[in-house]
């Protein structure tokens, strides 16, 4: 029988000619051959998982796993078709299977993890649980085509994500109002100070004592609305306390009619008082600004002066910067034309020396053919005369002129000497039969005649006691 699976479909084919399992889209399955259709497409798993962090605080994980075989791997194939193929999907042992996976790994992630970690790194949590998943899965050649892990939830009876959540709020309630707040004294402050660089600016046109006078009169202004803000806070305050009180003597008129009164008495005493400190106040603030003035004209002269000052040391310094610039323009200059010099030196004597190593070369490579060529020659000259090294020596000494040579270096170096040749004999008597006496009588005799040749040649005189030359003139 032909069997055709669908798009979305393998079949599994065992029996006869298969040694394990065969997996194929079409295939012929033969008699003593079985053949299964499993479904590649993906389920979606909805689980809540209940895991307790490591401060023993109990939560819920509601997550949604889209999973499938492993479409793109052989192997994981094979796994899912030994394995899983003979479930359906949606069956509850598939889903007991990877919902013990997903609760096992979530939970012992969790136990490591305190619950202000879980909550503070959800994607790192969700992704490390996502992982860890996998890696089990593998083993029955599932993947996890898509994971939706939503916000965690409490357990009944445990409302640790609701508190925080509180908090949270909370937090960011109070955070905004500080904000505002803060805002609002910015914005106050900013425009104040505005307005004070706004009169500087246009009293810097006029001169120097007006802007610092302008500049006081703004601090004033603001101090005085200090004041006023204080008052109408305090204002406010006792009329508060006074619209309390009178709430309470409505309520309570017969039992505290005597305490109404002391209280209006303490309350005048204390309006009379908090007058009194404000007089002292404005007082003091008159008296700052007064003090504030006389400084402002005692300083605006040090502070023109000042400025001036300034503006001399900067156009100092900027003459001094100009000059110290064109030297340092000039020096540049110099040196790159120093530079550029240098480089057509380097250039001249590179090429130099490139040519001279050419010739070198050349005069090698010559010498080597020279040297070869002679190498042959002697080769030949050697072969000729039979292996005879004297021989062949004599040949070259005669070809080349050395004897020749030889006679002319000695003639030329006794040429012009002019030597005194003496020659003497002991008399050539014959043998008288005293031969000792002979011969020491013979080199007496020849004595005088040697004596006077070392003195014609040298100059030279014997010692007195051997004796002494004949004289020339006798």
């Not at 401060?55 to 075989?69: M, Q, S």
């Not at 106050?188 to 120097?208: M, P, W």
Request: proline fraction near 3%.
């Amino acid at each position: 029988m032909y069997r055709v699976a669908n798009a979305s479909q393998y079949l599994v084919i065992t029996g006869v000619g298969i040694s394990d399992i065969k997996l194929a889209k079409k295939a012929w399955v033969l008699p003593g051959q079985s053949c299964t259709v499993f479904d590649l497409s993906p389920v979606n798993y909805t689980f809540e998982v209940q895991a307790m962090s490591a401060e023993k605080l109990p939560f819920i994980l509601p997550a949604v796993f889209t999973i499938g075989p492993r479409v793109d791997d052989d192997e994981s194939l094979l796994k899912y078709a030994k394995l899983l193929s003979s479930h359906d999907k949606l069956s509850n042992h598939v889903k007991e299977l990877v919902q013990g996976i997903i609760e096992g790994e979530t939970r012992v992630l969790a136990a490591s993890m305190t619950m202000e970690e879980i909550f503070r790194g959800t994607k790192s949590f969700k992704q490390e649980v996502f992982e860890k998943v996998q890696l089990e899965l593998n083993q029955f050649g599932l993947l996890i085509y898509n994971a939706n892990v939503k916000q965690l939830v409490d357990v009944p009876g445990h409302e640790y994500f609701s508190y925080l959540g509180k908090k949270t709020q909370m937090e960011a309630a109070n955070q905004a109002k500080v904000d505002v707040a803060e805002a609002k004294m910015k914005g106050e402050v900013g425009a104040k100070l505005r307005e004070g660089q706004t009169l500087q600016n246009a009293a810097k046109i006029d001169a120097q004592t007006k802007i610092i006078s302008t500049q006081r009169q703004g601090e004033g202004k603001k101090e005085e609305i200090k004041v006023r803000t204080e008052v109408k806070v305090f204002e406010n305050e006792r009329e508060a306390e006074v619209a309390e009180a009178n709430s309470e003597l409505a309520k309570k008129k017969a039992v505290w009619a005597r305490a109404a009164q002391v209280a209006e008495v303490e309350a005048s005493k204390a309006v009379a008082l908090r007058d009194a400190e404000l007089q002292r106040e404005v007082e003091r603030m008159n008296a700052l600004t007064t003090t504030e003035k006389l400084k402002a004209e005692y300083l605006s002269k040090a502070s023109v002066e000042y400025e001036t000052k300034v503006q001399e040391a900067n156009w100092e310094l900027y003459k001094k910067q100009k000059a110290a610039e064109a030297i340092l323009f000039e020096k540049e200059k110099e040196a790159e034309a120093q530079k550029v010099l240098a480089e057509a030196t380097f250039f001249s004597r590179q090429q130099a020396a490139e040519a001279e190593l050419l010739a070198k070369k050349k005069e090698a490579e010559g010498l080597v053919a020279l040297g070869q060529a002679q190498g042959a020659y002697l080769r030949t000259l050697l072969d000729a005369l039979g292996g005879n090294y004297a021989n062949l020596r004599d040949y070259l000494m005669i070809n080349s002129g050395m004897f020749q040579q030889i006679a002319k270096t000695n003639a030329d170096a006794i040429r012009g000497l002019g030597p005194k040749i003496s020659i003497w004999t002991n008399g050539g008597e014959a043998n008288d039969g005293n031969g000792s006496m002979k011969d020491i009588a013979g080199v007496y005799k020849m004595l005088p005649p040697l004596f006077k040749t070392v003195h014609e040649q040298t100059g030279m005189l014997p010692p007195a006691w051997m004796g002494t030359l004949p004289d020339k003139s006798s």
